[in-house]
């Protein structure tokens, strides 16, 4: 949260250079490479345990939710090179990581866009758990958009391994394509087009269409950088499907588009010489290759120890006391202070019944936004019931 308010303040920030000092970052990516192989080996084992019957799921949820801490943190503090240069060999393993999640997510265009977060009074704990991660997951995949994008702009000081890797393991050049073809963070609901910004679906007014948005923008930067860089020049192997799929490109590259990145007019001309070359047989000259390591370890010492591992943590760590639940959220309260999150937050709150700016909140459940105590008043015929609930789970936290 500091990190975040350093960098929205444009000031100094001491928590990148903290994390440079002492190397952290190759840290947070293992712990990031962790919880990302936890979710996926552990959690679904977990949920289908006969004795997993959790009184409270924010202990599992705050495990579930330190994947989203981490690439967050690293989206902020990467903006700059010397975070990059930091990494040192982790960074091939943070390409892995992002290659993934840019994969899962042009698959997922294909199956439609997130659910949007809902209140269902049906639902157990547990499947509203299972929404949560899943909805989380998609804002993982964007925030890895831009993680990706800060490592092209320092592409010409990558290690060999790492250039290969980006190139020609993963060819994220033609990954890229895939997403702004795909572009699974716009959609059309109910004839209105709507953007994810800020974690929520925001409806685009049609005056405002034509303009970039800054995921749209991160792609096209990160293929500047991946196919004009110098050193990626000489590594990139453009084969006839590499062709193929960047000649999508002159697509999209639309006057207006340049107008608001003029950049790409370098791009434009890259593409058109494209179409005129002849293209190259695959080839793979590096002899000594590093390749990632973290998830490859880590699956490696816990194979076959998947559920033994949900039911120990079952046991220890997602059953805890009523003493132990109350010690966690007296931590919690004081590490997510409001006036911290509250100054965080990308636009100031709006009144839930009017949506004028407001300045007040619910005493009782702190969850919603008031203007004046007329509108609280008129509201309290839909907010009740949900006030009532979430001040009773405070409680019993």
Known sequence: MQAILDATASQGEPI???????????TLVEELIAVEMWKQKVFPVLCKLEDFKPQNTFPIYMVVHHEASIINLLETVFFHKEVCESAEDAV?????????????????SGRGSPPEEEESQESTPIQELQKQAELM???????????????????????????????????????LVELLEHSPWSRQEGGKMQQFEGGRWQTVAPTEQPKLSKLDGQVWIALYNLLLSPEARTRYCITSFAKGQLLKLRAFLTDTLLDQLPNLADLQGFLAHLALTETQPPKKDLVLEQIPEIWERLERENRGKWQAIAKHQLRHI??????????????????????ILEAVTPERPRCAYCSADASKRCSRCQNEWYCCRECQVKHWKKHGKACVLAAQGDRAK
Not at 99 to 105: D, E, F, N
Not at 318 to 339: G, V
């Open 137 to 175: 997951e998609f804002e993982i995949a964007l925030k890895a958009l831009s993680v990706l994008r800060y490592i092209t702009d320092c592409v010409d000081s990558l290690s060999l391994s790492t250039l290969n890797c980006m190139l020609s393991t993963h060819n994220l050049p033609c990954l």
């Open 92 to 108: 091939l393993d943070l390409v892995d990581y992002c290659h993934r999640k840019l994969t899962m997510l042009v698959a997922r």
């Open 318 to 339: 997602f059953s805890p006391s009523e003493q132990d639940l109350r010690l966690q959220a007296r931590r919690w309260a004081e590490t997510y202070s409001l006036d």
């Open 16 to 26: 990148q250079e903290l994390l440079v000092t002492h190397g952290k970052i190759p």
